[in-house]
């Protein structure tokens, strides 16, 4: 019987830190890693199609 495939180490256990890039009044909080960044919505759409197309897609009324 093959043995199971090896897990992943945990990264649940570094503490989460913002980036220098923390804008007080930026409207989304991205993570990479355990590193966060907070950022304006339509800097992210202006420099990034996937950003972009998100925002262009209809949103549920709730």
């Known amino acids: 019987m093959p043995s199971p495939p090896a897990k992943r180490q945990r990264t649940g256990d570094k503490p989460i830190t913002r980036s220098k890039m ?6 989304v909080v991205l993570q990479a890693g ?4 907070r950022v304006h919505w339509g800097v ?5 199609s996937v950003f972009h197309d998100m925002e262009e897609r209809p949103q549920p009324q709730e």
């Open 22 to 27: 923390w804008h007080r009044d930026g409207s």
């Open 34 to 37: 355990n590193t966060q960044f």
């Open 44 to 48: 992210l759409a202006l420099h990034s």
